[in-house]
């Protein structure tokens, strides 16, 4: 049987920094650069959720992508558009918010509501036109 790999694109607005209380102002700039600003900033987060699975024989399909769209929304989008991600957001609360942190906390929230035989495969998280990372899970 074939596996296939189908993602679905969201997007996200929000603000945040990236700060090491342990570190100096100047370590924390040299380390973060503009993202260690203290009055914070905005991205435009650009995320992809790609699962994987055999289709389905009679629709063709892996998944429903209106549900997979549902299912980002509700424990994702929702919860990061708009917001603070150091502020007010419970579920990143005390996390660094890196894009690899967020991609770790997104794939937590997501991975378990895919229906019976799809598999979460990966995150990938763009937080500007050249900086992303992806996440496949834990070893
Ligand atoms: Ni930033």
Not at 2 to 28: C, V
């Amino acid at each position: 049987m074939p596996l296939l790999y189908i993602t679905r694109k969201e997007h996200f607005n929000a603000a945040h920094q990236l700060w090491d209380n342990n570190l100096t102002s100047d370590e924390n700039f040299a380390l973060f650069g503009k993202c260690a600003n203290p009055h914070f900033h905005g991205h435009n987060f650009d995320l992809y959720v790609c699962v994987k699975g055999q289709p389905d024989p009679n629709t063709g399909l892996v998944m429903d992508l209106k549900k997979l769209k549902i299912i980002i929304r509700e424990e994702v989008i929702d919860q990061l558009d708009h917001q603070n991600l150091n502020l007010d957001v419970s579920w990143l609360k005390d996390k660094m918010p890196s894009i690899e942190n967020i991609s770790v906390a997104i794939w937590a929230r997501i991975s378990d509501k895919l229906p019976q035989g799809v598999k979460l495969h990966k995150i990938t998280l763009w937080e500007t036109q050249n900086n992303f990372v992806e996440f496949f899970g834990e070893d």
